[in-house]
């Protein structure tokens, strides 16, 4: 039976990533800093399907986090064949504005911990000949976003990273997909602190996580590099950068998210 490891499983698009692959009859560890609620989840889905599911409670913008990470999954003898990187948020406002430590943190989780996550496990992967790696990126990683600088750098980074090691791993049996969804139904926009006024203003327009979920499985397993769920507005997002110039397209982008 196979094992996948979920970060940010405890809320949003990783707590649907959980419920899809259980029903699927993966095994799972799941990963957040949100003890109560991993074991109840945790609890509920070995009642839904016959699996095992483990927890493991941990700040992956800790230093050495993801070792950490690795090290109990080595010690309950656990081989990962599925990696979830999804943990990860954003801070919505003028850069200079925002707080620093802040900053350094969303870089810690949404970079340090995935690139360190992925070298850990993806070794035994290439070494079993087999595996599948999720990294979840953003339609916000194809362009600036200005009053969330930080963030869509961060994800940008997550993308270009992902689609080289999907170059690199072409030709075995080792899928790796760049996920970017488009807004989709989560604590994503709380979190990060964006004003109730833009999140009900659009949120008629956002996804499900359980729809996205669905995309980035049928994009692995047809072995795409990424996948870019929701509907044709994201698609118009991602693409406008080929045909716009670069300073208009971060003009009309900074008057959208300007509060
Ligand atoms: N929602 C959107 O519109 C959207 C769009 C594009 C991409 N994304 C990306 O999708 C991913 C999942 O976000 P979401 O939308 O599902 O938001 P969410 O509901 O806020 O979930 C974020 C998850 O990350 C975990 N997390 C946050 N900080 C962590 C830390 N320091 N250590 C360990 N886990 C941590 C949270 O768990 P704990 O708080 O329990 O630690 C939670 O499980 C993120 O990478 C986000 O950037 C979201």
């Known amino acids: 039976m196979k094992t996948a490891l979920i970060t ?54 800790e230093q050495q986090a993801a070792k950490k990470v690795y090290d109990v999954t080595a010690e309950k003898g656990l081989s990962v064949d599925f990696l979830v990187n999804n943990a990860g948020f954003g801070d919505y406002g003028a850069f200079a504005q925002r707080e ?10 949404n970079i340090v911990a995935l690139v360190e996550l992925t070298h850990l496990f993806l070794s035994g992967m290439q070494q079993r000949g087999t595996g599948n790696i999720i990294n979840v990126a953003s339609i916000a990683g194809f362009q600036p976003l200005p009053y969330l600088s930080v963030y869509a750098a961060t994800k940008a980074f997550v993308l270009s990273f992902s689609e080289a090691l999907w170059a690199e791993n072409q030709g075995t049996d080792i899928n790796i997909l760049a996920l970017c969804p488009g807004p989709t139904d989560s604590n994503f926009f709380k979190v990060a602190d964006f004003p109730d006024s833009f999140t009900n203003k659009n949120n008629s327009g956002f996804t499900s996580a359980k729809e996205v979920v669905k995309n980035a499985l049928k994009a692995l397993e047809n072995r795409k590099s990424n996948t870019v769920p929701g509907g ?8 406008s950068s080929r ?7 971060v003009n009309v982008i900074e008057k959208q998210f300007r509060s």
């Open 232 to 239: 044709l507005s994201n698609q118009f997002i991602v693409n």
């Open 100 to 109: 620093l430590p802040r900053q350094a943190e969303m870089i810690q989780l």
């Open 243 to 249: 045909f716009l110039p670069r300073e208009l397209l």
């Open 8 to 61: 940010g499983a405890s809320s949003g698009i990783g707590t649907a990533f959980a419920q899809e692959l259980a029903m699927r009859q993966i095994n799972l560890i799941l990963v957040a800093r949100s003890q109560n609620k991993l074991y109840q989840l945790a609890e509920k889905l070995q009642h839904q399907a016959p699996i095992k599911v483990e927890v493991i409670v941990q700040d992956l913008a």
